[in-house]
Every structure is written in structure tokens, then in C-alpha cells.
């Protein structure tokens, strides 16, 4: 049973255009929301991260929105850009584990 | 992924075989896991070590089991390599202090067969 439930499964956007990538838990012991990203052949690396205190955090393009009463948080990547083509993953941990979402497939069209 | 190395980084084996997958860091980071990556499934936690010899179990650790016995190695086994464990395989760690933030291998991909 999936701890963290994401959407879309893949999206694909013109470049210069915004990806939205949605994510949604239940168990609200969750204190830590990081976003990974990942290219082929590799293995998922850190994008950016939020805590529930934050209602949004922006580190260049890419801003974590979070809304604790919904028990949602997004990954809006504005401005995507070819070499954001990626799968990315959302998770939500506590102690010294994480759950992670099921990724989407981020395609972004030159 | 410099601190990280995991070997082999793909690997066949029949069904029925036990398999031992191997991952070293160099970060003196004392949080290792294992983690399988499957399509529609995302990541899935299958053990954890919280120090040397300190292990305990994720969601789907089922016909797995760890071992460690120096900080810098964490050992993954199949028992009894099944069909449904191909997989890509990652190691991940993370330091002691509460910064979640996860330092990935770069996978090992196992087919069963």
C-alpha cells in the first residue's frame, strides 16, 4: 500500500512551460517532504525539500507548494527547460525512513 | 554518488539461486538502505541499518536479508532469487543527524530468470 500517492504517471510539456506534479499522504507523523530527481540509468537525487511549518519553498525553477490541512504537496517546475526530462518522485518521511510516491515522467518537447 | 558504490551493476541468476548484492560508501554515514525500484511503484524500502549490526526491516523484505558488520558496507541477500525480485536495486545513506536528505547509489539491475 502506497504511503504517498502521486499524479500525473507522465506529463509532457513544451519547454518553457510549467510541470506540475501532485503528491498526497495520510499518515501526518510525516515531519520531511524532499522531491528526487532522476535520469536513466542512475540513481535519484535530492531536488529540493520542504517541512510541514513551510507552506512553499522556491530554489530557482523549482518550488514545492504544501498545504497540511489537504495533506498535499506539489513540485511545480516553471520555465522547464530539455535537461528537466526526468522522472521525478516526491516522498514524505519520519524517523529515519522514507515513503516514496510512484514518479512521473517528465518529458519536456524543444 | 562519489561516496557511493554498488556492485554488481547488473546481474543474471536463476530462479532458485541466493544473490548478494553489495553496497560501500565512503561517508562514514551511519543510515544505509536498500531500496528496490519497480514501474508503477516508485522506491520500496526492503531494510535498513541503523548502525553496525543494527538492522531491521522495510515494507517488502520478504525473501531478503542484510548484514552488516563494518560501517562502510551494507550486504543484500536473496535467499532464494525469485522471478518477482527482478528488480533495479539501490542503496541509499544518510547521516546521523536530521537532515533527510538521502545520497543514492546508482543501481544494480537484477534479472532473475
Known amino acids: 500500500q502506497q504511503q504517498v500517492k502521486q499524479s500525473p504517471q507522465s506529463l509532457i510539456v513544451q519547454k518553457g512551460g510549467i510541470s506540475i506534479i501532485n503528491c498526497a499522504y495520510e499518515?501526518?507523523?510525516?515531519?520531511?517532504f524532499p522531491w528526487y530527481q532522476q535520469f536513466p540509468g542512475k540513481g535519484p537525487a535530492l531536488l529540493i525539500a520542504?517541512?510541514?511549518?513551510?507552506s512553499e519553498k522556491k530554489e530557482g525553477r523549482f518550488t514545492i507548494s504544501f498545504n497540511k490541512s489537504a495533506k498535499q504537496f506539489s513540485l511545480h517546475i516553471m520555465d522547464s527547460q530539455p535537461g528537466d526530462s526526468a522522472t521525478y518522485f516526491c516522498a514524505a518521511g519520519y524517523g529515519y525512513k522514507l515513503s516514496f510516491g510512484a514518479g512521473t515522467t517528465v518529458t519536456v518537447r524543444a | 554518488d562519489a561516496g557511493i558504490t554498488q556492485s554488481p551493476r547488473h546481474k543474471v541468476t536463476e530462479t532458485g539461486t541466493p544473490v548478494t548484492l553489495r553496497c560501500h560508501q565512503t561517508?562514514?554515514?551511519?543510515?544505509m538502505y536498500w531500496y528496490r525500484q519497480d514501474p508503477g511503484h516508485g522506491l520500496r524500502l526492503i531494510h535498513y541499518s541503523y548502525g553496525v549490526k543494527d538492522t531491521d526491516k522495510g515494507e517488502v523484505s520478504d525473501g531478503y536479508s542484510v548484514s552488516r558488520s563494518k560501517t562502510e558496507d551494507f550486504l543484500l541477500t536473496l535467499e532464494s532469487a525469485t522471478s518477482s525480485q527482478t528488480s533495479v536495486y539501490f542503496c541509499a545513506t544518510r547521516t546521523g543527524d536530521s537532515n533527510y536528505g538521502y545520497t543514492f547509489g546508482s543501481g544494480t539491475r537484477l534479472t532473475v530468470v
Open positions: 499518515n501526518t507523523a510525516f515531519d520531511y
Open positions: 561517508e562514514n554515514h551511519r543510515y
Open positions: 520542504i517541512r510541514p511549518d513551510v
